[in-house]
Nanobody
């Protein structure tokens, strides 16, 4: 059974940067797609970025050019580098592994 644990969330000012990390334990990691989703208060969970097992990426339009997803299959890690953060990026960010494996989430708050 795969477990995902996120880290790296916090409070940052608009325009700032954060790097989220997700550590996977157990199960198979390298061949599966992984990604990040987020959920803001009162809103549905939405896709932020995904990366397939062979490295293809997909980003939400709202984060293209600002966020970068990466993975380390040896360490079983997924990262999300977030630059140029905006208040509307405030949400709980969840790590995901295909097909239905989720972390517990980490809070990102963008505020001055």
């Amino acid at each position: 059974q795969v477990h995902l644990v996120e880290s790296g969330g916090g409070l940052v000012q608009p325009g700032g940067s954060l790097r989220l990390s997700c550590a996977a334990s157990g199960g198979i990691f390298s061949i599966y797609a992984v990604g990040w989703y987020r959920q803001a208060p009162g809103k549905q969970r939405e896709l932020v970025a995904t990366m397939s097992g062979d490295g293809r990426t997909n980003y939400a339009d709202s984060v293209k050019g600002r966020f970068t997803i990466s993975r380390d299959n040896v360490k079983k890690m997924v990262h999300l580098q977030m630059n140029g953060l905006k208040p509307e990026d405030t949400a709980v960010y969840y790590c995901w592994r295909y097909s239905d494996v989720w972390g517990q989430g980490t809070q990102v708050t963008v505020s001055s």
